[in-house]
């Protein structure tokens, strides 16, 4: 059975940094393209990053350019997202998503709906 399981999410003060995991089981990471998605209180789910299962490109939504960085690690089967100069508006609950063959670039690939296998999400609270 395809999981996803995040960890690392907690309580940072604006300017730290942390770093989030996935840990896949079920499945390997060769043909799907992985994704992070947040989503603040009250609002819609938005995409945050993403590696393509195509050359391993990556993805960032305009604002985390330059403070994020998301990595696989294929031998433990485990995707990242090291998150710097944290602010509030970082703030809420971090998705790890898998698609297969999903094809990411500037404009596709960035849909909940494009991704069919979700973790539950770890909690990101940015304190000013």
């Known amino acids: 059975q395809a999981q996803l399981a995040e960890s690392g999410g907690e309580l940072v003060q604006a300017g730290g940094s942390l770093r989030l995991s996935c840990s896949v089981s079920?499945?390997?990471?060769?043909?799907?393209?992985m994704a992070w998605f947040r989503q603040a209180l009250g609002k819609d789910r938005e995409f945050v990053s993403g590696?393509?299962?195509?050359?391993?490109?990556?993805f960032y939504r305009e604002s985390a350019k330059g403070r994020f960085t998301i990595s696989k690690a294929n031998t433990s089967n485990t995707v990242y997202l090291q998150m710097s100069d944290l602010r509030p508006e970082d703030t809420g609950v971090y998705y790890c998503?898998?698609?297969?063959?999903?094809?990411?670039?500037?404009?596709?690939?960035?849909?909940?709906?494009?991704?069919?296998?979700w973790g539950q999400g770890t909690q990101v609270t940015v304190s000013s």
């Open positions: 590696v393509s299962w195509r050359g391993g490109i990556t």
């Open positions: 998503a898998a698609g297969r063959f999903v094809e990411i670039t500037r404009v596709s690939g960035r849909r909940p709906s494009d991704y069919r296998i």
């Open positions: 079920g499945f390997t990471l060769q043909f799907y393209s």
